[in-house]
């Protein structure tokens, strides 16, 4: 708690202080009303001392209302510094910890447990500090008049104080718990909106929207969990005062008539014991603050605690593309994703000088995509070496690896927002001139030319209003952008439409004549073009080679091409897009005869 609120502890210090200054301003209220009532009793003037009681009010009034506003803003400032920290965390986890994390649970640590943050650390720490003065200097005040009635006054708080205390663990797990629901709002929400069309074409908005709100009707019975024990807290103090208030009533009622005390002794007493509400109040707040704030931070920290990317941003400020094409080399890589499971690469081993085009063929959970995933140090190998242009990956500064890569993964994703945005997403420094000569080189000169905004038209969440062979073609030209000495595709033509596929292999080809190009492939008409073909089945290597010599060579590698690769490479019509494509019906594909 102290780390976030120690970067605004002045701010906090000064609220403070206003704060303590209005309460001194109304502290000193009853000791005005017991002047005022001995005036009375003595026929004496009363003026000066009602300008100065209403004074007081008004002073006191300002004084807290300019301290509440400077704490209210530090406490925004305080939500906002942790979402800073979080979100720049967040987008530097390593990817096995964002595989075993839901991205809906991550989201509401951002949002709503940040938002708990303001009770915690700025209203929690004022209201026990200035309470517990303010609680303190009425004592001692009410001391000074009569030790009799504070001892009344004593006994009743303390009595209904300690059922108080009982209260505060219930109300932090009950905020917890209601937290952890919320969280799975989010996640139920995010699954739901990332598979839409897919949750629509299965009818399954019913039973989806039940599962939210379950989730929400969990954070409702915790919330209101909660706010019930709050209530008993917020119930005791006034319970606590109202039977002080008679106690010191009858008790000091009988002092003044035995003449123990005054009866201008016994209006102040009462008014200091009203007086004490406040206080009192605040350090309740106080407590049950604590309790609703402790149960944010923890799954904050939980979220600050998962494994982090190393980056060095003085390595960010001096990334370079560097010269020519890298070469990539295996050395008896083994690599398993977690130690509960088995593992993926068995001692795998290749050699990629570069450039050229390498593909990689085999089954299906051969460890292709895997390949991918260690050379860009999305995981780390368990074991053997990875070498790009001859230094071990893990000695690259990441930031420098990764700008030397252009990967389009096997889904093509697309991101909410224009075409612009998602193309210059990896070289935001493009020029206009590199952005056109893209289009061109990914065939998508002719899509942006027929939209009416063209490089400014919105694709949707996730580029719903794109065809699937549009997204890949704009992840294509995104990769190709950021100017690449190594170019990663997985299986990045399988959604394409035969005339754009037959037009973008012969780029990527092009391509391959300058830079280092690595290609899952799973069509005969792409393998064939390679230059060396790495064929894997069940994490090993078995085979590496042309085309022709693989053949003769690999039975494995001859089987695939005499069926999964034939049928693969075969044109047909391409399938129904997932959305509707934004250039209108795809081109009509050649005869498959004619092919």
């Known amino acids: 708690m102290y780390r976030h609120f120690r970067p605004h502890r002045a701010a906090v210090a000064f609220g403070a202080l206003l704060t303590l200054i209005g309460a001194a301003s109304a502290l000193a209220q009853p000791l005005a009303a017991k002047a005022l009532v001995d005036r009375l009793g003595a026929d004496g003037s009363i003026t ?22 400077v704490l209210e803003r530090t406490a925004e400032s305080v939500v906002l510094a942790a979402r800073r920290t979080l979100i720049g965390r967040l987008l530097r986890l390593r990817l096995p910890e964002v595989e075993r994390t839901q991205p809906g649970d991550l989201m509401s640590r951002v949002t709503s447990d940040t938002t708990l943050l303001r009770a915690v650390t700025t209203q929690s720490v004022v209201s026990a500090a200035s309470g517990g003065l303010t609680f303190l200097a009425t004592i001692v005040l009410m001391a000074l008049m009569d ?31 209601a937290q952890e629901a919320v969280g799975t709002i989010s996640t139920a929400l995010e699954r739901a909106f990332g598979a839409f069309r897919t949750l629509k074409a299965s009818g399954a908005e019913r039973r989806e929207a ?46 003044v008539a035995s003449g123990a005390i005054s009866i201008s002794t016994l209006v102040a007493f009462l008014l200091f014991l009203f007086y004490l509400i406040d206080p009192v109040s605040r350090l309740v707040e106080a407590a049950s603050q604590y309790q609703v704030g402790s149960a944010a931070i923890a799954r904050i920290v939980q979220a600050e605690r998962l494994e982090t990317e190393e980056t060095d941003p003085a390595a960010e400020q001096a990334v370079g593309q560097g010269d020519g094409p890298a ?58 070496r990875i070498l790009v242009d001859g230094k071990d990956v893990r000695e690259w500064p990441l930031p420098e690896l990764r700008a030397a890569i252009g990967y389009v993964e096997q889904d093509a994703p697309v991101l909410a927002g224009t075409l612009r945005e998602n193309l210059l997403f990896a070289a935001p420094d493009a020029t206009d001139a590199e952005v056109r000569e893209v289009l061109v080189r990914a065939r998508l000169d002719g899509v942006i030319e027929r939209l009416p905004e063209g490089l400014e038209t919105v694709v949707g969440h996730r580029g719903s209003k794109l065809s699937g062979g549009e997204r890949q073609r704009v992840a294509i030209a995104r990769a190709l952008l950021r100017k690449p000495r190594l170019l990663l595709l997985d299986e990045a033509t399988s959604q394409l439409d035969a005339v754009n596929e037959l037009a973008l292999r012969d780029v990527v080809t092009e391509v391959s004549r300058e830079v280092t190009v690595l290609v899952v492939a799973h069509r005969l008409s792409t393998v064939m073009l390679a230059d060396r073909i790495v064929v894997m089945d069940a994490g090993k290597v078995r085979a590496t080679g042309t085309h022709a010599e693989l ?24 399938s129904p897009p997932a959305a509707k494509s934004l250039s209108g019906p795809a081109p009509t594909p050649p005869d498959p005869g004619s092919a």
């Not at 006191?60 to 300019?66: A, D, K, M, P, Q």
């Not at 108080?164 to 797990?173: G, T």
């Not at 089987?559 to 049928?567: I, S, V």
């Open 551 to 574: 053949v003769a060579s690999d039975p494995l590698y001859g089987e695939l091409a005499a069926t999964q690769f034939l049928a693969a490479s075969t044109p047909t019509p391409a």
């Open 210 to 255: 039940e599962a939210v709100r379950e989730a929400a009707q969990d954070a409702w019975r915790h919330g209101v969990r909660a706010a019930k024990w709050e209530s008993v807290a917020w119930s005791s103090v006034g319970l606590s005062v109202q039977v002080s208030f008679l106690a010191v009533l009858g008790i000091g009622g009988a002092r």
């Open 327 to 384: 070469s990539v080399v295996f050395e008896d890589v083994t690599f398993r994703y977690r130690d509960d499971l088995p593992h993926v690469h068995h001692g795998v081993s290749f050699d990629v000088p570069g450039p050229g085009m390498t593909a990689f063929v085999g089954p299906s959970g051969a460890g292709k995509t895997t390949v991918f995933g260690l050379i860009e140090r999305f995981y780390e190998a368990t074991g053997g």
């Open 147 to 177: 030790p009799v009635l504070l001892g009344v006054t004593l006994g009743v708080i303390v009595l209904i104080g300690g059922a108080v205390s009982l209260v505060m663990p219930k109300i932090a797990q009950a905020t917890r718990r």
């Open 48 to 69: 000066g001392i009602l300008v100065l009681l209403t004074a007081l009010v008004v002073l006191g009034t300002v004084i807290e209302s300019f301290g509440a506003y």
